[in-house]
C-alpha cells in the first residue's frame, strides 16, 4: 500500500506561482510514474504532468494547457514528487491530486493523494 500526501496548494493572483509536493511513503518499490491530476467543478479530472522512473532517464509529460508553465520534478531518494506552477491563470483553479503508479507482479496499481485546492484569483 503507497500513502500520499500532498501540500502546497492555496490562493495566489493570476501571474504568480506555486509549488505543490507529494511525499509517497508505505510500500513504495517498483513505483514506474508519479504525476499529478486536477479536477475542476464540473469537469472531469485531466492530466497536469507526469513524470517516469528511472533516474536520469525519467521522461516527462504534460498536459497541453500547462506546457511552458508548470514543470514536474521528483526526488527519488525523498520519494517525492513537485510540481512547480509559474503563470498562473484563473483556469488553473482546481483540485490538484497526486497520483503513483506502481508495479506489483506485472500489474500497475493506481494510487491517489486527498487533493490540494489551488485557487488562482485576484
Known amino acids: 500500500q503507497v500513502r500520499l500526501v500532498e501540500s502546497g496548494g492555496g490562493l495566489v493572483q493570476p501571474g504568480g506561482s506555486l509549488s505543490l509536493s507529494c511525499a509517497a511513503s508505505?510500500?513504495?518499490?517498483?513505483?514506474?510514474?508519479m504525476a499529478w491530476y486536477r479536477q475542476a467543478p464540473g469537469k472531469e479530472r485531466e492530466l497536469v504532468a507526469g513524470?517516469?522512473?528511472?533516474?536520469?532517464?525519467?521522461?516527462?509529460s504534460y498536459g497541453d494547457s500547462v506546457k511552458g508553465r508548470f514543470t514536474i520534478s521528483r526526488d527519488n531518494a525523498k520519494n517525492t514528487v513537485y510540481l512547480r506552477m509559474n503563470s498562473l491563470k484563473p483556469e488553473d483553479t482546481a483540485v490538484y491530486y497526486c497520483?503513483?503508479?506502481?508495479?506489483?507482479?506485472?500489474?500497475?496499481?493506481?494510487?491517489w493523494g486527498q487533493g490540494t485546492q489551488v485557487t488562482v484569483s485576484s
Open positions: 497520483n503513483v503508479v506502481q508495479t506489483i507482479y506485472g500489474y500497475s496499481v493506481d494510487y
Open positions: 513524470i517516469t522512473s528511472g533516474g536520469s532517464s525519467s521522461s516527462t
Open positions: 508505505g510500500s513504495i518499490s517498483n513505483i514506474k510514474r
